[in-house]
């Protein structure tokens, strides 16, 4: 099996009109397609998915399953970002900070999905580990 490359993250959302205004209005996304109870949307090569599931309980215990969905941008764009981040009033749950070979930061999105912008790459994290 060959794989190419990363394809896309689909995010389970109470609410689409309020993840729309967090993703696109504030993050930046680009609104590619807009279904009933999805929607796809582009942020530099990565493509995202929002899947409004209004029908499903919060997870009590959230042990198992995805951490956090992880987002590169150049230093200059992160900065900027922290300060939207923080004038938006954001939950910041940690950083920022310099971490793995590069500023990061850890924020929730409305349903308390985390997210983070790194401007690390793979060959730094590396470096930093060995």
């Not at 060959?2 to 680009?30: A, C, N, P, Q, W």
């Not at 929002?50 to 042990?63: I, V, Y």
């Not at 200059?76 to 939207?84: G, T, Y």
Request: net charge negative; with cysteine; hydrophobic share 40%.
């Amino acid at each position: 099996m060959e794989v190419k490359g990363f394809s896309h993250v689909t995010i389970r959302v109470r609410d689409l009109e309020t993840s729309l205004k967090f993703y696109v209005d504030l993050l930046g996304m680009k609104l590619r397609h807009r279904g009933k109870r999805d929607v796809y949307l582009e942020w530099g090569n990565a493509w995202i998915c929002l899947l409004e599931r209004p029908e499903l309980k919060p997870a009590e215990d959230r042990t198992f399953g995805v951490d956090h969905i992880a987002f590169y941008m150049e230093e200059p764009d992160f900065h900027r970002a922290i300060d939207l981040l923080m004038e938006h009033q954001v939950k910041i749950v940690r950083g920022p900070v310099v971490r793995g070979g590069g500023w990061t930061v850890n924020f929730l999105d409305p349903d308390g999905t985390e997210l983070e912008l790194h401007t690390g790459t793979l060959e730094k994290r590396l470096e930093n580990w060995n």
